[in-house]
């Protein structure tokens, strides 16, 4: 008993092993890029959530008395347009209505492309070939022409340009998942969930769809930008957010058609657009090289 006793007490105690994602956690927190952008995203999307309500002027509120005001004058932080709205108001109100479509956007392109990749994929043969020329034929349409045609088909509402950029932008991410469905199908752990007699929703549910969340994460970050970045066209073209509600997009939009009488409604709304995508695109980056095992 003694010589164990000494054995184990010059033992070295037992090393906790760490996962998959806490080692991408660690070495996503250790670039600074990604860390920064984290912090700085985190800061807009409290702006956006709490910012229209410590603001004393509403997004929508017009004062003829205060028109073309320059910033930090007469209250206004950020001046106001040619209503007399304020800038500060109507800039919170367009950052929570870009970030929303941003956000519901990317679910709805997530949940459908998710869902189809990993279905083709999986099940093969005349199906996969089938589903996959349905995307290469919604893939030879512009993408803009179709979320254009849908808008001025059904009108121009918040809804639809969740629904309708949301239906565009999945293809992409049907396609990354239908390539990464394909390696994985043939791992020894779905071989043995086929063995115990699982059927295929299952499999795909509870053992491929989890096995792809890496990738997935890492191009929702991406999608997010590209979603708002369409939306702002479409808003600067009048096909999106209509007045008096406000998005980044018709901010720019107004701006642009201003920016000789008042620079600073253009230059604000455009430092807001680039900060937040620059923000998931660090990050985007950041998830890629933290998820990539070739990188550790």
Same mark, same amino acid.
């Given at each position: &008993?003694?010589?164990?006793?000494?054995?184990?007490?010059?033992?070295?105690?037992?090393?906790?092993?760490?996962?998959?994602?806490?080692?991408?956690?660690?070495?996503?927190?250790?670039?600074?890029?990604?860390?920064?952008? &984290?912090?700085?995203?985190?800061?807009?999307?409290?702006?956006?959530?709490?910012?229209?309500?410590?603001?004393?002027?509403?997004?929508?509120?017009?004062?003829?008395?205060?028109?073309?005001?320059?910033?930090?004058?007469?209250?206004?932080?950020?001046?106001?347009?040619?209503?007399?709205?304020?800038?500060?108001?109507?800039?919170?109100?367009?950052?929570?209505?870009?970030?929303?479509?941003?956000?519901?956007?990317?679910?709805?392109?997530?949940? *459908?492309?998710?869902?189809?990749?990993?279905?083709?994929?999986?099940?093969?043969?005349?199906?996969?070939?089938?589903? &996959?020329?349905?995307?290469?034929?919604?893939?030879?349409?512009?993408? /803009?022409?179709?979320?254009?045609?849908?808008?001025?088909?059904?009108?121009?509402?918040?809804?639809?340009?969740?629904?309708?950029?949301?239906?565009?932008?999945?293809?992409? &991410?049907?396609?990354?998942?239908?390539?990464?469905?394909?390696?994985?199908?043939?791992?020894?752990?779905?071989?043995?969930?086929?063995?115990?007699?699982?059927?295929?929703?299952? *499999?795909?549910?509870?053992? *491929?769809?989890?096995?792809?969340?890496?990738?997935?994460?890492?191009?929702?970050?991406?999608?997010?930008?590209?979603?708002?970045?369409?939306?702002?066209?479409?808003?600067?073209?009048?096909?999106?957010?209509?007045?008096?509600?406000?998005?980044?997009?018709?901010?720019?939009?107004?701006?642009?058609?201003?920016?000789?009488?008042?620079?600073?409604?253009?230059?604000?709304?455009?430092?807001?657009?680039?900060?937040?995508?620059?923000?998931?695109?660090? /990050?985007?980056?950041?998830?890629?090289?933290?998820?990539?095992?070739?990188?550790?």
């Amino acid at each position: &008993m003694s010589v164990l006793a000494d054995i184990a007490t010059v033992a070295p105690p037992a090393v906790k092993g760490r996962s998959l994602w806490d080692d991408a956690r660690r070495r996503l927190l250790r670039n600074r890029a990604a860390l920064a952008s &984290m912090i700085a995203l985190g800061v807009l999307v409290a702006l956006a959530a709490i910012g229209p309500f410590l603001v004393p002027f509403a997004y929508d509120q017009v004062n003829k008395a205060d028109t073309w005001v320059p910033p930090l004058t007469h209250g206004h932080l950020l001046g106001t347009d040619a209503l007399g709205r304020d800038l500060l108001a109507r800039l919170l109100t367009g950052l929570r209505v870009s970030l929303a479509i941003g956000l519901v956007a990317t679910t709805v392109s997530l949940v *459908i492309g998710v869902a189809w990749g990993a279905t083709a994929g999986y099940l093969g043969g005349k199906i996969d070939e089938a589903m &996959m020329r349905f995307v290469d034929v919604l893939y030879s349409l512009p993408f /803009i022409f179709f979320v254009i045609l849908l808008m001025v088909t059904f009108g121009s509402n918040i809804v639809l340009i969740f629904v309708a950029i949301g239906a565009v932008e999945w293809l992409t &991410m049907s396609r990354i998942v239908r390539g990464q469905t394909l390696t994985l199908k043939n791992k020894e752990f779905v071989e043995a969930a086929l063995a115990a007699g699982l059927g295929r929703t299952a *499999i795909i549910a509870r053992h *491929i769809v989890p096995n792809l969340l890496g990738p997935v994460v890492v191009y929702v970050t991406l999608t997010i930008p590209a979603v708002i970045l369409a939306e702002s066209f479409l808003s600067f073209l009048g096909l999106g957010v209509q007045p008096p509600m406000a998005s980044l997009g018709t901010l720019v939009a107004g701006g642009a058609s201003d920016m000789e009488l008042a620079p600073w409604l253009l230059v604000f709304p455009s430092v807001v657009i680039v900060v937040t995508l620059m923000c998931f695109n660090f /990050i985007g980056d950041g998830l890629r090289d933290a998820i990539d095992p070739k990188d550790r």
